[in-house]
């Protein structure tokens, strides 16, 4: 009777899930053998530190590889190629190149200071990447990508409250491997990729990794008196990761350099892009042309290094394994932030109204984060299994900030003067954490694990800044302040996985995270330091994970719900440009996640994944200064918009994406044509509602088509490649406290590109 029900709740599953397809299982025994050998790979994930098959973890885990991950990373894109590529996670930033913020299920952070603090961590190589330049490393030569949803504080380094990205590159071994991939498109953009690994004895192997994109500036400069042509969007970006791969007996040794440096622009920003009272782009924008003022002085230099150690001992039924890590960023950014030139009380202005001018830049000349990982796997036959450990993480972080030229009001004279101005941020951080998870299978179907986690965090901070001259009067404006929080905290999780037939899983899991307090002292253009603090998330989440079709398809599908305490907000500009940090008193967030995969046939691989986030705070005191120019839809009171009933910002309710592979054989090699859709619904940019400051809905497209064939001993690929093919362009993000200031995606991009692997 049991087998019986089991039946036919997969008969069900699969009807309501797969009618459009399910009448494939009716093909004859031939066919059924031949699409046998065109099966979907396992996807092999580490989202518990460990290899497994990602149908049977439970947790909700999407990965990106292969044919997926390079087209979407065509056209010399950088990290935020992945917005709206997996179920519920959104990139976004207003740096351009570097300083991504990512977002899952609607939880991330707006702020865009250098020292912000985010609850979706970034893990590389098995390293926390905690400074928000360190998440900006490109990507190449990458194995895979996964994205954690939900808590994952019980394995994995710090402040994940909201999920994880991780990224895992192509390791060194024995075999012979090398590629070699130069493409060239729009705006005379240029990229080359490449990589070759092999052994150097029977048990030492390499490999070498190596990147470089460039692209003249492009966009030409207009304001009266500045023009210029080629003045911006330019980038000429180089990276490279040098592994060495000791594999004895019974120890593995890992030593991973990787080193990164950008010489290029800021993103543009463009004065007045919103049309008031609306959310449309003003119809006067041209996409290669700017009207800034200090256009000549904007750029972006970023230099990043880093260096892991991964020890690992096997000792029969436990493995020892210590990852020691250490990472550095540096930074200058200088940017034109009002986007025009001139200003309401001087003798020109534009485009549009400017009520003052607004150049700064910052930096971060010292840096550097130490880490290190200690961790004991048993790796018993028996039914009991666990992994416990130690984390240490310590971080030094210096941040510059500058003012040029920046006209403030003198109430006395009650008029404008000129001053310039400088502050500094010094933060050190010392964080420790023990950690256990154990897994228990009860019988052949059901297996259950729990984990916790002990973090302990400590910040020291303190800042101060000077402005001069005060306008009128020729004195020195000084001020400093400074902050030490400190917390711990007890996370945990649990979670089953029932195995209903050897093709469907079942799972469950409960978790709670935790985010240690943040400070906010960015005081150049404020006066005071601001403590976010700790905040915790309890979660929970059912789905399903199935293979059906015989192996030809693939559906996982979950719901959640999440209550956050305290969430920590960044009030980003209003009436300065200035962040505050402030807590929630609640947040809850629930949906749904969809991933698909489907062999359609011998010729055609598709996959289809959707997501619906619903995010809502709660807090009847909490309100936030409003922008200078913009239509606040939100009740506002004492000049302070009320925030309690909104959805968090950067948090769509919906993203979609598909893919469909095409390949067909003919002689001598294999054509194929690769295409790809995306969406996200429409988005806040701040913590406030604006007419102006609601992003449009974001549809993109891209198709990549060529040839592949052998020759020799190497494998030869040509193609050409096109990126959001429809040129769908929309303001992604906003400048609120001067004009309203906006930001677009990357306009459609062309190229070709030609590939040669060899073996």
């Given at each position: 009777m049991k087998a019986i029900k089991r039946s036919t709740l997969a008969v069900l599953v699969n009807a309501a899930l797969f009618s459009t397809v399910a009448s494939t299982s009716f093909i004859s025994h031939a066919e059924e053998q031949e699409a046998k050998s065109n099966q979907l790979e396992v996807i092999q994930v580490t989202a518990r530190k460990r290899v497994e098959n990602a149908q049977e973890v439970p947790v909700s885990v999407s990965a990106l590889q292969g044919d997926g991950l390079d087209a979407y990373s065509s056209a010399g894109m950088d990290i935020r190629f992945m917005n709206a590529k997996i179920p519920s996670l959104s990139v976004e930033s207003s740096f351009g190149r570097t300083f991504p913020r990512f977002y899952?299920?609607?939880?991330?952070?707006?702020?865009?200071?250098?020292?912000?603090?985010?609850?979706?961590?970034?893990?590389?190589?098995?390293?926390?990447?905690?400074?928000?330049?360190?998440?900006?490393?490109?990507?190449?030569?990458?194995?895979?990508?996964?994205?954690?949803?939900?808590?994952?504080?019980?394995?994995?380094?710090?402040?994940?409250?909201?999920?994880?990205?991780?990224?895992?590159?192509?390791?060194?071994?024995?075999?012979?491997?090398?590629?070699?991939?130069?493409?060239?498109?729009?705006?005379?953009?240029?990229?080359?990729?490449?990589?070759?690994?092999?052994?150097?004895?029977?048990?030492?192997?390499?490999?070498?990794?190596?990147?470089?994109?460039?692209?003249?500036?492009?966009?030409?400069?207009?304001?009266?008196?500045?023009?210029?042509?080629?003045?911006?969007g330019g980038y000429n970006e180089k990276a490279a990761r040098v592994q060495f791969l000791y594999e004895g007996d019974d120890f593995t040794g890992l030593l991973n350099y990787h080193k990164r440096d950008l010489d290029g622009r800021p993103i543009a920003f463009r004065a007045n892009l919103i049309e008031k009272g609306t959310n449309n782009i003003n119809p006067l924008y041209d996409n290669d042309v700017v009207y800034h003022d200090a256009a000549s002085r904007s750029t972006q230099q970023v230099n990043t290094q880093g260096l892991s150690l991964k020890l690992e001992w096997d000792l029969k039924e436990h493995t020892v394994t210590s990852i020691t890590g250490w990472e550095s960023a540096e930074i200058y950014s200088r940017a034109d932030v009002d986007g025009g030139y001139g200003a309401s009380f001087l003798p020109?202005?534009?485009?549009?109204?400017?009520?003052?001018?607004?150049?700064?830049?910052?930096?971060?000349?010292?840096?550097?984060?130490?880490?290190?990982?200690?961790?004991?796997?048993?790796?018993?036959?028996?039914?009991m299994n666990y992994q416990v450990g130690v984390f240490l993480y310590e971080e030094d972080l210096v941040i510059e900030s500058f003012s040029f030229d920046t006209f403030a009001w003198d109430a006395a004279a009650n008029n404008y003067g000129l001053q310039n101005g400088y502050a500094i941020q010094d933060q050190s951080t010392s964080a420790w954490a023990l950690f256990g998870s154990f897994d228990y299978t009860v019988s052949d179907e059901l297996k259950v694990t729990a984990g916790i986690r002990y973090s302990n965090d400590e910040k020291e901070f303190y800042a101060k800044r000077t402005k001069t001259p005060v306008p009128f009067t020729g004195a020195t404006d000084f001020k400093e302040g400074s902050a030490n929080p400190d917390d711990s905290h007890v996370s945990w999780d649990l979670s089953a996985t029932y195995k209903y037939t050897d093709d469907i899983n079942l799972f469950a899991r409960i978790a709670n995270g935790f985010r240690a307090p943040s400070v906010q002292g960015r005081i150049l253009f404020g006066d005071e330091v601001t403590v976010a603090k700790s905040e915790t998330?309890?979660?929970?989440?059912?789905?399903?994970?199935?293979?059906?079709?015989?192996?030809?398809?693939?559906?996982?599908?979950?719901?959640?719900?999440y209550q956050m305490n305290d969430q920590q907000l960044t009030a980003v500009g209003g009436d300065a440009n200035f962040n505050r940090l402030i807590n929630a008193d609640k947040t809850t967030g629930y949906g749904i996640e969809l991933d698909s995969e489907w062999v359609l046939t011998d010729e055609l691989n598709a996959t289809f994944n959707l997501s619906y986030n619903k995010t809502e705070l709660s807090d009847k005191d909490l309100a936030v200064q409003v922008c200078?120019?913009?239509?606040?839809?939100?009740?506002?009171?004492?000049?302070?918009?009320?925030?309690?009933?909104?959805?968090?910002p950067h948090a769509p309710e919906w993203i979609a994406n598909a893919t469909l592979r095409y390949t067909k054989e003919l002689e001598g090699g294999d054509f194929f044509v690769y295409s790809d859709v995306s969406y996200r619904s429409e988005i806040d940019f701040f913590l406030y509602e604006a007419v102006e400051f609601k992003g449009e809905a974001l549809f993109e497209a891209g198709v990549r088509a060529g040839y592949q064939w052998l020759a020799g001993d190497n494998e030869y690929e040509a193609s050409v490649f096109v990126r959001n093919l429809f040129d769908e362009q929309v303001v992604?993000?906003?400048?609120?406290?001067?004009?309203?200031?906006?930001?677009?995606?990357?306009?459609?991009y062309i190229g070709a590109e030609f590939k040669v692997r060899f073996f």
């Amino acid at each position: 009777m049991k087998a019986i029900k089991r039946s036919t709740l997969a008969v069900l599953v699969n009807a309501a899930l797969f009618s459009t397809v399910a009448s494939t299982s009716f093909i004859s025994h031939a066919e059924e053998q031949e699409a046998k050998s065109n099966q979907l790979e396992v996807i092999q994930v580490t989202a518990r530190k460990r290899v497994e098959n990602a149908q049977e973890v439970p947790v909700s885990v999407s990965a990106l590889q292969g044919d997926g991950l390079d087209a979407y990373s065509s056209a010399g894109m950088d990290i935020r190629f992945m917005n709206a590529k997996i179920p519920s996670l959104s990139v976004e930033s207003s740096f351009g190149r570097t300083f991504p913020r990512f977002y899952v299920r609607g939880l991330g952070n707006t702020d865009f200071d250098l020292n912000a603090s985010q609850p979706v961590s970034l893990v590389v190589d098995e390293i926390v990447q905690e400074n928000p330049i360190l998440k900006g490393f490109p990507v190449f030569d990458i194995e895979r990508i996964e994205v954690l949803r939900g808590p994952q504080g019980t394995l994995f380094g710090r402040n994940t409250p909201a999920g994880l990205v991780k990224f895992d590159s192509v390791k060194p071994s024995q075999e012979f491997d090398a590629y070699s991939a130069v493409s060239y498109g729009s705006k005379g953009s240029v990229d080359f990729e490449g990589a070759v690994g092999t052994g150097l004895t029977d048990k030492l192997s390499t490999r070498v990794s190596l990147l470089i994109q460039d692209r003249p500036d492009y966009i030409d400069v207009k304001a009266p008196g500045f023009e210029k042509e080629d003045s911006l969007g330019g980038y000429n970006e180089k990276a490279a990761r040098v592994q060495f791969l000791y594999e004895g007996d019974d120890f593995t040794g890992l030593l991973n350099y990787h080193k990164r440096d950008l010489d290029g622009r800021p993103i543009a920003f463009r004065a007045n892009l919103i049309e008031k009272g609306t959310n449309n782009i003003n119809p006067l924008y041209d996409n290669d042309v700017v009207y800034h003022d200090a256009a000549s002085r904007s750029t972006q230099q970023v230099n990043t290094q880093g260096l892991s150690l991964k020890l690992e001992w096997d000792l029969k039924e436990h493995t020892v394994t210590s990852i020691t890590g250490w990472e550095s960023a540096e930074i200058y950014s200088r940017a034109d932030v009002d986007g025009g030139y001139g200003a309401s009380f001087l003798p020109a202005m534009g485009p549009g109204f400017i009520p003052f001018a607004s150049e700064t830049a910052d930096a971060i000349p010292e840096h550097d984060q130490y880490t290190q990982e200690l961790r004991l796997s048993s790796n018993f036959s028996g039914d009991m299994n666990y992994q416990v450990g130690v984390f240490l993480y310590e971080e030094d972080l210096v941040i510059e900030s500058f003012s040029f030229d920046t006209f403030a009001w003198d109430a006395a004279a009650n008029n404008y003067g000129l001053q310039n101005g400088y502050a500094i941020q010094d933060q050190s951080t010392s964080a420790w954490a023990l950690f256990g998870s154990f897994d228990y299978t009860v019988s052949d179907e059901l297996k259950v694990t729990a984990g916790i986690r002990y973090s302990n965090d400590e910040k020291e901070f303190y800042a101060k800044r000077t402005k001069t001259p005060v306008p009128f009067t020729g004195a020195t404006d000084f001020k400093e302040g400074s902050a030490n929080p400190d917390d711990s905290h007890v996370s945990w999780d649990l979670s089953a996985t029932y195995k209903y037939t050897d093709d469907i899983n079942l799972f469950a899991r409960i978790a709670n995270g935790f985010r240690a307090p943040s400070v906010q002292g960015r005081i150049l253009f404020g006066d005071e330091v601001t403590v976010a603090k700790s905040e915790t998330t309890n979660s929970i989440e059912a789905g399903i994970k199935s293979d059906v079709l015989d192996g030809q398809g693939r559906v996982n599908a979950t719901v959640f719900y999440y209550q956050m305490n305290d969430q920590q907000l960044t009030a980003v500009g209003g009436d300065a440009n200035f962040n505050r940090l402030i807590n929630a008193d609640k947040t809850t967030g629930y949906g749904i996640e969809l991933d698909s995969e489907w062999v359609l046939t011998d010729e055609l691989n598709a996959t289809f994944n959707l997501s619906y986030n619903k995010t809502e705070l709660s807090d009847k005191d909490l309100a936030v200064q409003v922008c200078a120019q913009c239509t606040v839809t939100n009740k506002v009171e004492n000049g302070l918009a009320v925030l309690d009933g909104n959805s968090l910002p950067h948090a769509p309710e919906w993203i979609a994406n598909a893919t469909l592979r095409y390949t067909k054989e003919l002689e001598g090699g294999d054509f194929f044509v690769y295409s790809d859709v995306s969406y996200r619904s429409e988005i806040d940019f701040f913590l406030y509602e604006a007419v102006e400051f609601k992003g449009e809905a974001l549809f993109e497209a891209g198709v990549r088509a060529g040839y592949q064939w052998l020759a020799g001993d190497n494998e030869y690929e040509a193609s050409v490649f096109v990126r959001n093919l429809f040129d769908e362009q929309v303001v992604i993000g906003g400048v609120d406290f001067n004009n309203n200031t906006g930001m677009l995606n990357e306009e459609r991009y062309i190229g070709a590109e030609f590939k040669v692997r060899f073996f």
